[in-house]
């Protein structure tokens, strides 16, 4: 087990105090937390998670969510300013993934609580939008992320595991073909996907889907805010949106490349038919009638007015700026790798990329890398090392440092090829598939993050 953060330095609080701390008090420790934990990316070494890391845009959206932090959206009545926001959140995520392409449609979004929550929504919407199928399932790529397994567990939706090619590292269309049968209702596509940032062929995709009447979920959870503008760019991305036929849902994150705050996504239908399947009301409890547009109950009206704010204030012109500067930054950063024959960027990356070495064990780089300060995210399958370029890479000097690291990382691998990587896989922590020592290991990292409070050592 770790040690509790902060432990001496404040006071830990296992009940709560008799009497009530100073404001500036716990208005200091924070902000020395804060100060303090915000070192850890704000270099641009880290990748991914921190999408914006500009203080001032994070200040104004505080500010934006100060004024609404304490109402409940549930309460329209009370905040019709939550509808005007909620409304043109959609409306806008709805224009940029391009539903004006849609013909004889009537398209439709729900602001939900994240990535996890808008595939959540989408797989409910699949299966209660199926009615007839007495149990339901989906077909995702094994590169999709683990929100779609996640949810088909909590709603009994099973997820057939597509395999994808080794090498293109996006789907198998032929396996998808297969194993489509009479109680599939929608497929996933990634565009992109976490581990490699590879496009799934949405197009071929969309077209199975047609073919069989049934869904297609696109992922667009980290590349939504983006993809639309590097493809404006220029950049060699196929089409993942609305336009193409036989897309049913998108899932956008806000709080990612949408540059809020954290807590909103957006979850895009190509009719609206199909959301307000997903919808859950009790009209007969005596508390009175019960409804709410998604799986939260109340809401706070901070976060969707500072999602808002992020995109009436940067409008197209700012993501299309900050999309510029992430790929031009990712496409640097990868030539730095190409440059080394040893390394092998995994398929045709976007803004994220992922690489590893057929000579040593890529954990070897990691490990390097690490003492350089850099925090990359590990896969396994095979061992690989992944960097999600955000904003704060795009910072003067980052892909020098890189480049120069990087090149360091390699001759420390060639060097200490024969010893064991000191680190593993992040995702999963332990070698191998569940296992009795890898669930172990995994109640360990859980009861690490909230149950700490039994192990601090008595005052
Ligand atoms: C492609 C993709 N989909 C979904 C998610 C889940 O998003 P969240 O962590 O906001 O629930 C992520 C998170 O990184 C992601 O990368």
């Known amino acids: 087990m770790s040690r509790f953060p902060y432990l001496d330095e404040y006071d830990v609080h296992r009940t709560m105090p008799d009497e009530g701390t100073a404001r500036e008090e716990i208005l200091a420790m924070m902000n020395d937390m804060a100060v303090r934990e915000n070192v850890v990316w704000e270099d641009g070494q880290c990748s991914g998670t921190m999408y914006c890391g500009d203080h001032d845009h994070y200040d104004f959206l505080n500010a934006a969510f100060s004024n609404f932090s304490y109402v409940n959206t549930l309460q329209r009545d009370m905040c019709p300013s939550a509808t005007k926001f909620e409304a043109e959140i959609i409306a806008m995520t709805l224009d940029m993934l391009r539903v004006g392409s849609l013909e004889g449609k009537n398209p439709g979004g729900l602001v939900t609580s994240g990535g996890s929550g808008s595939i959540a929504h989408a797989v409910l919407a699949y299966r209660e939008g ?24 909590l709603f009994g939706v099973d997820m057939k595991i597509a395999p994808v090619d ?18 599939t209702v929608a497929l996933v596509g990634s565009a992109p996907n976490y581990g490699y940032g590879t496009v799934d062929p949405i197009t071929e995709l969309g077209a199975l889907a047609l073919e069989h009447g049934i869904g297609l979920h696109v992922d667009g959870c980290l590349g939504g805010f983006l993809l639309p503008f590097g493809r404006e760019l220029g950049y060699d991305i196929p089409a993942f949106d609305f336009t193409v036929p036989g897309v049913t849902t998108i899932s956008a994150d806000t709080h990612k490349y949408g540059y809020a705050l954290k807590g909103t996504s957006v979850l895009a239908f190509a009719d609206q038919s199909l959301r307000n399947s997903q919808y859950f009301y009790l009209t007969d409890w005596s508390g009175g009638k019960y409804c709410s547009p998604g799986m939260d ?9 500072a999602t808002w704010a992020a995109m009436v204030s940067l409008g197209r012109a700012g993501y299309l700026r900050y999309a510029k500067a992430i790929f031009e930054t990712s496409a640097a950063m990868q030539d730095a790798i190409r ?22 064990d ?38 020098e ?34 296992s009795d020592e890898a669930d172990e290991f995994i109640r360990a ?11 601090i050592p008595p005052a």
């Open 130 to 153: 199926n009615p007839s199928v007495a149990r339901a399932n989906m077909i995702k790529p094994e590169t999709a992320h683990p929100a779609f397994a996640k949810a088909g567990h």
């Open 166 to 183: 080794p090498v293109t590292l996006q789907v198998d269309l032929e396996w998808v073909r297969a194993n489509i049968d009479d109680n």
């Open 297 to 305: 109950g109340s809401r706070s009206g901070g976060l969707l007015a």
């Open 339 to 360: 440059s080394h024959p040893s390394l092998r960027v995994m398929g045709k990356p976007s803004f994220l990329f992922s690489f590893t070495s057929d000579e040593f």
């Open 362 to 399: 890529i954990y070897l780089v990691n490990d390097f890398l690490r003492t350089k300060g850099w925090r990359m995210n590990g896969q396994q399958y095979p061992n690989a090392i992944h960097m999600a370029v955000t904003r704060p890479q795009t910072q003067p000097g980052v892909v």
């Open 401 to 434: 440092r890189w480049t120069s690291d990087l090149a360091e990382a390699v001759a420390y691998a060639k060097a200490h090829r024969d010893e064991p990587a000191k680190s593993g896989a992040i995702y999963g922590g332990v070698a191998g598939g569940m």
């Open 445 to 455: 990292v859980m009861a690490d993050m909230m149950d700490q409070q039994a192990s």
